[in-house]
């Protein structure tokens, strides 16, 4: 059977990414050092497919260590690389730290696969790389800007690193990169979602978070930009329709279909949402009503960002399943989940 390594696999994206490749029939590899993750999430993948996937605790900035992976299994067709940190805040604050792990870890598995003749690589980018883009929605080819922080520029420097690879002498391995917009919600089963440790620095945790009683107050960060109601739009969509495109683009590289050896590809829903949306959205879809304020602006922050999703759907034969509604609900199905288990 075929068997895929998913680096960041007990993480939020990496975990809905393990249950579909189990579903499709794949034997799942999940390295990851659980710094922001926990080993109960195994239990999750298992009850929900039936599998559990192997697991090898490992920090991927150890190369070494990460050896013992390509050593011990046999038949590995690619990866799907998830593995990082991303609190935007935080890489300001540690830009070592970020630059460190998230550049370190991906040179250890390029190099391993190059020199385990492993040649599929899906990497996880991320929308911040096109900053505030001039033009709305965003297509693949819209300008790159200026990171804003090192978080987002380790997803910058990242893509390059592949780019330079794939015209090397004799390059074998062919890559697609990913840029999410803004992943939200939770697995419909309720077993496995996003659980951020400390206090969220996003907004859907932050809301969930806050009607349950565990947060205060929502504070919504400036209603005075120039949009339909003042507040920023982001592309909000479903972990499990973000989830399906990996799925899609993996099978495109077993399947030499791809026309380039490196791809990039938008994951977002096409749409674009207001804060004040979102929290509309959530309350009428569970019932519940979110306490907020308005307060500044948070620095960083972009007036308004949405894709072109055009690309995705023609090439990888993409079909978005999940609403707005959908979202909002499984995120709130979650975190009452959470606390019951606790
Ligand atoms: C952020 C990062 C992005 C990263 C992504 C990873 C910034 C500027 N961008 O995206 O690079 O890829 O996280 O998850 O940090 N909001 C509030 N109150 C809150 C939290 C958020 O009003 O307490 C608003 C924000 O101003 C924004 C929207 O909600 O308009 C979404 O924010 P968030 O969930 O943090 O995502 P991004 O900022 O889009």
């Known amino acids: 059977m075929s068997k895929v390594?998913?680096?960041?696999?007990?993480?939020?994206?990496?975990?809905?990414?393990?249950v579909d490749l189990i579903n499709k029939g794949f034997e799942v590899i999940i390295i990851d050092d659980l710094s922001n993750s926990e080993i109960s999430v195994l239990d999750g993948i298992e009850k929900i497919t039936g599998t559990k996937p192997f697991f090898e605790k490992i920090d991927l900035c150890?190369?070494?260590?990460?050896?013992?992976?390509?050593?011990?299994?046999?038949?590995?067709q690619g990866a799907i690389h998830f593995a990082?940190?991303?609190?935007?805040?935080?890489?300001?604050?540690?830009?070592i730290k970020y630059y460190k792990n998230n550049l370190q870890s991906l040179l250890n598995m390029i190099e391993l696969m190059i020199e385990y003749k492993i040649d599929n690589f899906i990497f996880s980018s991320s929308c911040t790389v096109y900053g505030q883009p001039d033009i709305l929605p965003v297509t693949e080819e819209s300008p790159i800007k200026i990171a804003e922080s090192p978080y987002g520029n380790t997803k910058q420097i990242g893509e390059e690193i592949l780019t330079d690879q794939t015209k090397a002498p004799g390059n074998q391995m062919k890559f697609v990169c990913l840029r999410y917009f803004n992943p939200i919600g939770a697995h419909p089963t309720a077993l496995i979602g996003e659980k951020p440790s400390g206090i969220p620095a996003n907004l859907i945790p932050y809301i969930t978070k806050t009607v349950k009683g565990e947060l205060e107050q929502l504070t919504v960060f400036g209603d005075d930009y120039d949009t339909r109601d003042g507040t920023p739009i982001r592309d909000y969509i479903h972990v499990c329709d973000i989830s399906s495109a990996h799925v899609l683009a993996f099978e495109r590289l077993l399947n030499n279909a791809n026309t380039e050896n490196l791809e990039i590809y938008n994951l977002g829903s096409g749409e674009g949402h207001t804060v004040l949306e979102i929290i509309n959205a959530f309350e009428s879809s569970t019932g519940e009503k979110v306490n907020y304020k308005i307060g500044p602006r948070r620095a960083g922050d972009v007036?308004?960002?949405?894709?072109?999703?055009?690309?995705?759907?023609t090439q990888l034969g993409w079909k978005l399943k999940y609403t707005l509604q959908d979202m909002t609900r499984s995120a709130w199905a979650w975190e009452q989940k959470m606390s019951q288990a606790n």
């Open 5 to 18: 390594i998913v680096t960041g696999g007990t993480g939020y994206i990496g975990s809905h990414v393990a």
């Open 62 to 76: 150890d190369k070494e260590a990460t050896r013992i992976v390509f050593e011990k299994y046999s038949d590995i």
């Open 84 to 95: 990082a940190s991303k609190a935007v805040g935080e890489s300001v604050e540690q830009p």
């Open 303 to 313: 007036i308004a960002t949405y894709a072109n999703n055009d690309k995705a759907k």
